[in-house]
């Protein structure tokens, strides 16, 4: 294929470095001499090219970054024909070219998934944060005409739109813009540095202040006066509109929300801190931010990803192998339970004996009474 084509496919190109990876994964001796031609031209460690699988984050990356590493070797290696690489499968100089800016894209996604993959780690906050990083990275390769190849821009592009479908559908649920809102780093000001229209805005902070009507705002309970009403003087011109404008103020000071939205932004050196962490503290000095505290714990501590649920399928179908197929719920709900809290370190060394001996005592018990029984039925 010549170099002009290939350059504009970043579908071939990734095809030939999986040949490549998939060659030295499946040929013993061909490893063992390229291994000898990384230590010749002092190639990076490890010597080795990751092989790219579908269903695995980030193995496209990581070949790109071992191909990228061993390039010398590589161009080395493939000519000898021994090795049976066939030549529309040989690294080319612009393959590389381009292996380095697909690296330069896709290691912000490395950084987003391997924090989503760290268990209890990603939370809602993290979407909306991510997603318009993304956009960011991708909306300037496109733009940048001459700094990546139109192969690549094409890709952005189809890029761009799927993270705009995700991004759509984040307002199907609220929670996702409510916890923006209650994030101490962010509230409102993230949306208007993130350049969100005015209408987008309003909707979360509307948002926010129906769940908090609804469900968590206290009950103000008022008891009835026993003394008589105090009989004043209507009060006309700018002394009515003086109370009314201070009753005004009084009322928006006492709206948890818009003292929440009035007060500074919490940062940690310039970073976002720990959202969930911060009202957990608030919680134990007793602020409960007029009731803010108890939504923004419900709504923080939301998962934002399925990770926990699928490893937690995953282990259970370590737990329960082919040959204990036939239990029953309660006894993998149960046995998982014990093996979770056991990995965790949660078990005492010896309970396990103390609840087996305690099963023996009961059953010695029991038996004993049921010959005490036989006996005094006997007499």
Not at 135 to 149: E, F, H, V
Not at 357 to 376: A, Q, V
């Amino acid at each position: 294929m010549p170099n002009s084509l290939r350059q504009g496919c970043v579908i071939t190109e990734n095809a030939v470095f999986r040949a490549v990876a998939r060659k030295l994964r499946k040929s013993p001796n061909s490893k063992i001499e390229f291994v000898e031609l990384c230590r010749e031209f002092e190639c990076d460690k490890p010597h080795s090219i990751v092989q790219d699988v579908r269903t695995r984050w980030n193995s496209t990356l990581d070949q790109l970054v071992s191909i990228v590493r061993c390039q010398k070797a590589i161009m080395a290696w493939q000519k000898d024909k021994k090795h049976g690489l066939d030549c529309k499968h040989h690294i080319l100089h612009v393959d590389i070219q381009l292996a380095n800016h697909l690296i330069s894209i896709l290691e912000v996604f490395y950084e987003q998934t391997l924090q989503v993959s760290i268990p209890g780690s990603a939370r809602l906050t993290h979407v909306i944060v991510f997603i318009d990083e993304v956009t960011d990275l991708l909306s300037n390769a496109i733009k940048c005409g001459g700094k990546y190849p139109p192969a690549l821009r094409n890709a952005c592009r189809v890029g761009l739109q799927v993270t705009n479908k995700y991004y759509t559908l984040t307002d199907c649920s609220p929670l996702f813009r409510i916890a923006m809102v209650l994030h101490p780093s962010f509230k409102d000001e993230y949306f208007k540095i993130a350049g969100w229209e005015e209408d987008w805005t309003a909707e979360a902070l509307r948002l926010t202040r129906d769940m908090f009507n609804t469900y968590y705002k206290p009950s103000t309970t008022g008891t009835p006066s026993t003394n008589p009403p105090k009989s004043t003087k209507p009060k006309t011109g700018n002394i009515a509109q003086l109370g009314a404008a201070l009753a005004a103020r009084g009322q928006s000071t006492k709206d948890p929300i818009d003292h929440w939205l009035a007060s500074g932004l919490l940062l940690d050196d310039g970073s976002p801190i720990d959202a969930l962490k911060w009202w957990i503290q608030q919680k134990r000095a007793g602020n409960t931010h007029g009731g803010l505290l108890q939504m923004a714990l419900d709504v923080l501590s939301c998962p934002a990803t399925s990770v926990d649920v699928e490893r937690a399928f995953l282990f259970g179908r370590h737990y329960v192998t082919q040959k204990r197929h036939r239990l029953n719920s309660i006894s993998v709900t149960r046995g998982m339970s014990v093996a979770f809290y056991s990995k965790n370190n949660l078990i005492e060394p010896g309970l396990l004996r103390k609840w087996k001996d305690g099963l023996k005592e009961e059953k010695e018990k029991k038996r004993k009474r049921n010959s005490t029984i036989e006996s005094m039925e006997v007499d």
